[in-house]
């Protein structure tokens, strides 16, 4: 491996370790600049499926959305999970600080799935 491979690896793998602070305690959260709707499934409406799905997400220091995981599942057959996550996925904030600086923060976040 050349010396610039070996920079390169090594630095993804310190940015693949970034500390991701939990918010409180001198870490402020993250503020949201833009938030996309989950979508509803077709399958999930036509078997009248209605609640929330609560997830976690790690919100990167240059406000976009890294790791999301499902914390409280509404509907893992029909789609409305994995429509929860895609959606946490592409919204975007300001990132949380701390001492001044930009830092990964976790965040808790619901998306509520209501019929009309």
Known sequence: MNAIAMICAALSLV???ETVY????????PQVVRQV??????EAKDAHIEGKVLVSAVVK????VGDVRIERSLDPTYGLDEA?????KAWVFKPGTKDGKAVAV????????TLK
Not at 61 to 64: L, Q, V
Not at 106 to 113: A, G, N, P, S, W
């Open 15 to 17: 940015v693949a370790q």
């Open 22 to 29: 939990q918010p409180g305690n001198g870490v402020a959260l």
């Open 37 to 42: 709707k989950a979508l509803y499934t077709q």
């Open 61 to 64: 220091a240059d406000g976009t």
């Open 84 to 88: 929860a996550v895609q959606a946490t």
């Open 106 to 113: 976790q965040v808790r976040l619901e998306h509520t799935f």
